[in-house]
Nanobody, 121 residues
Framework: QVQLMESGGGLVQPGGSLRLSCAAS????????MGWYRQAPGKQRELVAH???????HYDSSVAGRFTISRDNAKNTVYLQMNSLKPEDTAVYLC???????????????WGQGTQVTVSS
């Protein structure tokens, strides 16, 4: 099947930057929309950013202007460049993708395991 593997998380000081990557692997015919979500302790999982196959993007208002989502379709990879990080950005960041494994089947939704981002002095 399909696997999503995130990388790039870690500990960073306020105002710093991190770049997250998510690579899809497995039996992939095509990948449609991809996105990043985050889950902080005691809070609901929320959409951070979303990108379509053609590159149309959407950002949550809390990160707009600071984060940039991009993708490399040839590598089945989506990225999240995070700048000007704030303590409130601390969360587990999860990759999400809609994937077709064969052309005759509908797309299915997949989640990565998540990568921890901690913003602290």
């Amino acid at each position: 099947q399909v696997q999503l593997m995130e990388s790039g998380g870690g500990l960073v000081q306020p105002g710093g930057s991190l770049r997250l990557s998510c690579a899809a692997s497995g039996n992939i015919f095509s990948i449609n929309a991809m996105g990043w979500y985050r889950q902080a302790p005691g809070k609901q999982r929320e959409l951070v950013a979303h990108i379509t196959r053609g590159g149309n993007t959407h950002y949550d208002s809390s990160v707009a202007g600071r984060f940039t989502i991009s993708r490399d379709n040839a590598k089945n990879t989506v990225y999240l460049q995070m700048n000007s990080l704030k303590p409130e950005d601390t969360a587990v960041y999860l990759c999400n993708a809609w994937v077709q494994t064969v052309a005759s089947e509908n797309q299915r939704n997949y989640w990565g395991q998540g990568t921890q981002v901690t913003v602290s002095s």
